[in-house]
Every structure is written in structure tokens, then in C-alpha cells.
């Protein structure tokens, strides 16, 4: 038997697409955060109004990332931002090879701010660096507060959390949600973590969400 | 099911070496973050699956799990976090992550006549 020492990483192969992706965008001075939530936390419907209560201030791109259809995509692209489809044909993940192949589609030059939005995952997604600033975790009221202790990679590694339907919380919803036990289980893991409550349906918390977009725009300059 | 991805690299990595040393592998070990979210039996079946009719079929895969490490910021304690419950053991204080493991491919074993 012979035994060799290896000591390679195995997603070395990612890695060095999303260090070429993170490259590309610090050159173009650009923003990048990759989404990630359960199926039907409201991603998408984040992002529209997201884009709608920006317009005129920042510019705002999307990466639509699905294991089939582009349904999101013309979600997106209804509110007149440009955005791009990727089906990933099954795999419950984004990888930073597609994203590579996509971002020139998209027309770099004129946006401050580009959105990826991850297959609908709250687990898979957290493991592939696709070569953003950072990672925002969407959490809605309707999936339980006992997710971040279930799931604690994402809610770790994330530099927001956003949790939204909070409209079913004051129209009497029964749900199983108490927003400050999420808030301090999500803290005991990311003590920097930013956390806005907000209701993409009604737009209540937008305001402090949509400012913390604009900052960190300006942040690079 | 991400251990898909992973078994389609450990398999590209495993095979390039394999054909280096012109020899069969019969075990790989290899080691993980708890962040990494690796089930050894998706893994171990995603491999098979991917490994079939390569040379790596019927190739074992060992799977080390390391732990999440902290640093407490008040008494500089480095220790492994429990998930469900962090504190500091030592004082109970404030704690930064430190970087999770990454996935690691750490040896081969080959065949030999």
C-alpha cells in the first residue's frame, strides 16, 4: 500500500473562479451579495421592490439563479433592471463558474450593485463562495424561529439578515416566530451581523435596508 | 445534496493524482468544516455514483469532521463551539469564529503490486 500526502482543497476549483469574479468586480468598483433563503422566503419580491425604492439612486443588476425556469428573471426584469438567468438543471446550488459565465452579460459598466440570487437553499448555497462582498440571508416569518439554530452556517456567515413577512406578524398570523429569539440566536453565532425586520409585500423596513444598500455603495467609492 | 459538486471534484483531484502515480486508489481520506454541511452518506453515495466505471470505483472515502474553533475576546480562550449553546467556556464572554475548515483532500492510498 502506498500512502500519499495530499493536502489540496477540494473545491480549489471554485475557489479559483470566485477569487476571479471578486477580483473583477473590486476592479469595477462594484458591490456584489449573494442571497440565499429557503424556497419562498420572498426573494425575488424583495429584490423588485428593493430596485423600485432605489431607482434614480442606485443602480441595481440581478443574477437569477434557478434550477429551472426564468420566471424570477422576468420578475426582475419587469421593474426594468437588467437580469440574468441561470438554471442550474437540478444542482441546489450556484457555483462561481456560472456566475463567471454570466456577469459579462450583464451591462457591468452601469450599475453600482449586483444582486445574486441563489437557488432556494438554506443550506448547499452556504458552502460556495461565488466571489461577492457578502452574503444576505432572507428568513420569513412563515418558516419558524428555530432556524437559525437548525441551520447555523448561513446565519454564521452572513453579513445581513433580513427577515421578512413581518405583515403576518401584525395581521395576527398564527406563526411560530418570535423575531428576538432569531435575533439573539443569530447574534450568538455573528455578533456583526446587520439584521432588518421588513415586509416586501407593504415595504415596512425598507427605509433602513434600502439606506444600508446606498452606504455600502458608497463604501467603495 | 451539494456532496454532488464535491464528489465530482474529489473525483477530478483523486483520478489526476491516481494517474500520476500510475496506481489504483483503494482509500481517500479527507477532512471538513462543520460549516461545510457534509453528510458522510450523501458523500459517500454521490462518489460511488460519480466514481463508477473510473478508477476510482469501489474507492473508500474517509471523512474527518473538524469542529468550529472560537477565540473569546475577553480572555483570548480558543475553543470549540457548541452551535446550539455558544459561550465561552472559561468566562462566558464575547467570542469571534475563526475561519471554518475548508473541504480537504489529505491523502491516498494506492495499490501497490
New interface residues.
Given amino acids: 500500500?502506498?500512502?500519499?500526502?495530499?493536502?489540496?482543497?477540494?473545491?480549489?476549483?471554485?475557489e479559483e473562479y470566485a477569487r476571479k469574479n471578486s477580483r473583477f468586480l473590486a476592479e469595477q468598483k462594484k458591490l456584489c451579495l449573494n442571497m440565499i433563503s429557503s424556497p419562498g422566503s420572498g426573494k425575488t419580491t424583495i429584490l423588485a421592490r428593493t430596485i423600485t425604492e432605489l431607482k434614480g439612486e442606485i443602480k441595481i443588476g440581478v443574477i437569477e439563479g434557478d434550477i429551472k425556469t426564468d420566471i424570477d428573471t422576468e420578475r426582475i426584469r419587469a421593474t426594468e433592471a437588467p437580469a440574468v438567468q441561470i438554471n442550474t438543471d437540478g444542482?441546489?446550488?450556484l457555483?462561481a463558474v456560472q456566475v463567471s459565465k454570466v456577469l459579462e452579460r450583464l451591462p457591468i459598466e452601469d450599475l453600482n450593485l449586483i444582486f445574486i440570487e441563489n437557488v432556494g437553499n438554506l443550506?448547499?448555497p452556504?458552502?460556495?463562495e461565488l466571489g461577492e462582498n457578502g452574503k444576505v440571508v432572507v428568513l420569513s416569518v412563515a418558516e419558524g424561529d428555530d432556524k437559525p439554530?437548525k441551520y447555523?452556517?448561513i446565519f454564521?456567515?452572513s453579513k445581513v439578515l433580513l427577515i421578512n413577512k413581518i405583515d403576518m406578524l401584525a395581521a395576527g398570523v398564527q406563526v411560530d416566530f418570535d423575531i428576538e429569539r432569531v435575533k439573539a440566536d443569530v447574534r450568538?453565532?455573528?455578533?456583526d451581523i446587520e439584521i432588518f425586520t421588513i415586509s416586501a409585500k407593504t415595504g415596512e423596513g425598507f427605509a433602513g435596508w434600502c439606506n444600508w444598500l446606498v452606504k455600502s455603495v458608497k463604501a467603495l467609492g | 445534496m451539494h456532496e454532488t459538486m464535491v464528489a465530482q471534484s474529489l473525483l477530478a483531484a483523486v483520478s489526476s493524482e491516481a494517474a500520476k502515480q500510475n496506481a489504483t486508489p483503494v482509500c481517500a481520506q479527507i477532512s471538513c468544516g462543520a460549516f461545510d454541511a457534509i453528510n458522510d452518506e450523501a458523500l459517500c453515495f454521490a462518489f460511488e455514483v460519480v466514481g463508477r466505471g473510473t478508477v476510482c470505483e469501489g474507492m473508500k472515502l474517509e471523512i474527518e469532521h473538524k469542529p468550529i474553533r472560537a477565540r473569546c475576546k475577553n480572555c483570548e480562550e480558543i475553543f470549540e463551539i457548541e452551535l446550539s449553546s455558544p459561550t465561552c467556556p472559561k468566562c462566558g464572554g464575547d467570542f469571534e469564529l475563526l475561519p471554518s475548515e475548508p473541504l480537504m483532500l489529505e491523502t491516498i492510498e494506492f495499490e501497490t503490486e
Fill in positions: 500500500m502506498l500512502k500519499v500526502n495530499i493536502g489540496r482543497k477540494i473545491l480549489s476549483a471554485n444542482a441546489c446550488h457555483s443550506v448547499c452556504s458552502s460556495f439554530a447555523p452556517a454564521a456567515k450568538k453565532l455573528n455578533k
